[in-house]
Protein backbone atom coordinates (compact mmCIF):
# COMPACT_ATOMS: atom_id res chain seq x y z
CA UNK A 1 0.00 0.00 0.00
CA UNK A 2 1.05 3.67 -0.59
CA UNK A 3 2.80 4.85 2.29
CA UNK A 4 3.30 8.36 1.33
CA UNK A 5 7.03 7.38 2.59
CA UNK A 6 9.26 7.25 -0.50
CA UNK A 7 11.94 4.88 1.41
CA UNK A 8 9.06 2.32 3.20
CA UNK A 9 7.11 2.86 -0.80
CA UNK A 10 10.95 2.01 -2.51
CA UNK A 11 10.57 -1.18 -0.43
CA UNK A 12 6.98 -1.97 -2.08
CA UNK A 13 7.92 -1.33 -5.63
CA UNK A 14 11.14 -3.61 -4.99
CA UNK A 15 8.65 -6.37 -3.94
CA UNK A 16 6.57 -5.90 -6.71
CA UNK A 17 9.47 -5.80 -9.77
CA UNK A 18 10.25 -9.07 -8.04
CA UNK A 19 6.66 -10.40 -8.26
CA UNK A 20 6.36 -8.90 -12.09
CA UNK A 21 9.58 -10.26 -12.75
CA UNK A 22 8.42 -13.58 -11.87
CA UNK A 23 4.79 -13.16 -13.96
CA UNK A 24 6.89 -12.11 -17.06
CA UNK A 25 9.31 -14.96 -16.97
CA UNK A 26 6.57 -17.57 -16.58
CA UNK A 27 4.59 -15.83 -19.84
CA UNK A 28 7.91 -15.99 -21.60
CA UNK A 29 9.36 -12.71 -21.51
CA UNK A 30 12.92 -12.12 -20.62
CA UNK A 31 14.23 -9.51 -18.34
CA UNK A 32 17.14 -7.92 -20.23
CA UNK A 33 17.67 -4.40 -17.90
CA UNK A 34 16.05 -3.63 -14.78
CA UNK A 35 16.83 0.24 -14.39
CA UNK A 36 16.05 2.66 -11.48
CA UNK A 37 15.71 5.75 -13.19
CA UNK A 38 12.79 7.80 -15.10
CA UNK A 39 12.82 6.63 -18.60
CA UNK A 40 11.31 2.99 -17.77
CA UNK A 41 11.69 0.17 -15.14
CA UNK A 42 11.94 -2.73 -17.53
CA UNK A 43 13.33 -3.57 -20.69
CA UNK A 44 11.86 -7.36 -22.09
CA UNK A 45 12.03 -9.52 -24.32
CA UNK A 46 9.73 -12.10 -25.73
CA UNK A 47 10.12 -13.16 -29.44
CA UNK A 48 12.73 -11.53 -30.59
CA UNK A 49 11.05 -8.52 -29.62
CA UNK A 50 12.01 -5.97 -27.31
CA UNK A 51 9.92 -3.94 -24.95
CA UNK A 52 10.04 -1.19 -22.27
CA UNK A 53 7.86 -1.20 -19.32
CA UNK A 54 7.16 0.81 -16.63
CA UNK A 55 5.90 -0.62 -13.03
CA UNK A 56 3.07 0.30 -11.34
CA UNK A 57 0.92 -0.59 -8.12
CA UNK A 58 -2.76 0.15 -7.19
CA UNK A 59 -3.78 -0.91 -3.52
CA UNK A 60 -6.87 1.30 -4.09
CA UNK A 61 -8.80 0.77 -7.05
CA UNK A 62 -11.34 -1.92 -5.66
CA UNK A 63 -12.28 1.04 -2.56
CA UNK A 64 -11.95 4.11 -4.74
CA UNK A 65 -13.40 2.04 -8.37
CA UNK A 66 -10.29 4.01 -9.82
CA UNK A 67 -6.38 3.67 -10.88
CA UNK A 68 -4.09 6.40 -10.41
CA UNK A 69 -1.60 7.25 -12.81
CA UNK A 70 0.90 10.13 -12.27
CA UNK A 71 1.53 12.77 -14.81
CA UNK A 72 3.14 15.33 -12.58
CA UNK A 73 5.57 15.56 -9.60
CA UNK A 74 7.72 18.50 -7.23
CA UNK A 75 6.92 20.98 -10.46
CA UNK A 76 7.75 19.14 -13.21
CA UNK A 77 6.43 16.64 -15.72
CA UNK A 78 6.56 12.80 -14.64
CA UNK A 79 5.18 9.51 -15.05
CA UNK A 80 2.72 9.08 -18.19
CA UNK A 81 3.92 12.69 -19.45
CA UNK A 82 7.78 11.65 -19.19
CA UNK A 83 8.35 7.95 -19.54
CA UNK A 84 9.77 5.75 -22.67
CA UNK A 85 8.57 2.60 -21.82
CA UNK A 86 6.00 1.21 -24.23
CA UNK A 87 3.99 -0.24 -21.71
CA UNK A 88 1.88 -0.06 -18.41
CA UNK A 89 1.95 -2.90 -15.82
CA UNK A 90 -0.27 -2.50 -13.30
CA UNK A 91 -0.51 -4.86 -10.36
CA UNK A 92 -3.51 -4.14 -9.18
CA UNK A 93 -4.98 -5.43 -5.54
CA UNK A 94 -8.67 -6.27 -5.05
CA UNK A 95 -10.07 -7.83 -2.16
CA UNK A 96 -9.68 -11.66 -2.87
CA UNK A 97 -7.55 -11.51 -6.08
CA UNK A 98 -4.62 -9.49 -7.64
CA UNK A 99 -4.89 -8.63 -11.35
CA UNK A 100 -1.86 -7.69 -13.72
CA UNK A 101 -2.83 -5.42 -16.09
CA UNK A 102 -0.76 -4.25 -19.28
CA UNK A 103 -2.07 -1.01 -21.39
CA UNK A 104 0.45 0.25 -23.97
CA UNK A 105 1.65 4.15 -23.06
CA UNK A 106 0.64 5.38 -26.28
CA UNK A 107 -3.46 4.16 -25.50
CA UNK A 108 -3.30 5.59 -22.29
CA UNK A 109 -1.60 8.62 -23.41
CA UNK A 110 -4.41 9.17 -26.55
CA UNK A 111 -7.21 8.61 -24.15
CA UNK A 112 -6.32 11.20 -21.64
CA UNK A 113 -5.58 13.43 -24.61
CA UNK A 114 -8.91 13.04 -25.91
CA UNK A 115 -11.20 11.54 -23.17
CA UNK A 116 -13.15 13.57 -20.43
CA UNK A 117 -13.66 10.17 -18.85
CA UNK A 118 -11.09 10.67 -15.64
CA UNK A 119 -10.52 13.52 -13.22
CA UNK A 120 -7.07 15.04 -11.91
CA UNK A 121 -6.16 15.23 -8.51
CA UNK A 122 -3.26 15.68 -6.36
CA UNK A 123 -1.71 13.43 -3.23
CA UNK A 124 1.79 12.04 -3.01
CA UNK A 125 4.43 12.37 -0.42
CA UNK A 126 4.95 15.45 1.45
CA UNK A 127 5.44 18.05 -0.45
CA UNK A 128 5.83 16.42 -3.52
CA UNK A 129 1.97 17.72 -5.16
CA UNK A 130 2.00 14.85 -7.23
CA UNK A 131 -0.47 14.70 -9.93
CA UNK A 132 -2.55 12.10 -11.39
CA UNK A 133 -5.25 11.22 -13.54
CA UNK A 134 -8.41 8.82 -11.77
CA UNK A 135 -9.53 6.46 -14.32
CA UNK A 136 -12.12 4.40 -13.80
CA UNK A 137 -11.01 0.55 -13.13
CA UNK A 138 -12.93 -0.82 -15.73
CA UNK A 139 -12.46 1.69 -18.39
CA UNK A 140 -8.38 1.23 -17.56
CA UNK A 141 -8.86 -2.46 -18.07
CA UNK A 142 -10.84 -1.87 -21.40
CA UNK A 143 -7.97 0.42 -22.67
CA UNK A 144 -5.24 -2.60 -21.91
CA UNK A 145 -5.65 -5.98 -21.07
CA UNK A 146 -5.97 -8.06 -17.79
CA UNK A 147 -3.19 -10.55 -18.68
CA UNK A 148 -2.97 -12.65 -15.36
CA UNK A 149 -5.34 -13.18 -11.97
CA UNK A 150 -3.67 -13.84 -8.50
CA UNK A 151 -5.26 -15.00 -5.93
CA UNK A 152 -4.46 -13.01 -2.92
Known amino acids: MGNYNFHKDLE ?11 FLGEKGYTILE ?5 QYDLLV ?9 ELKEDFKAEETGNVAVEFHSRGKPSGI ?11 VH ?11 T ?3 RYFFRESFDYRTVVGGDDGSYTKM ?13 VYG ?3 D
Open 12 to 22: VEEKNKTFICE
Open 34 to 38: DRNDY
Open 45 to 53: EKNGKQFKV
Open 81 to 91: SKTKAQYYVYT
Open 94 to 104: LKEKIEIVIAS
Open 106 to 108: RNL
Open 133 to 145: YLIDYNTFKKLGK
Open 149 to 151: TVN
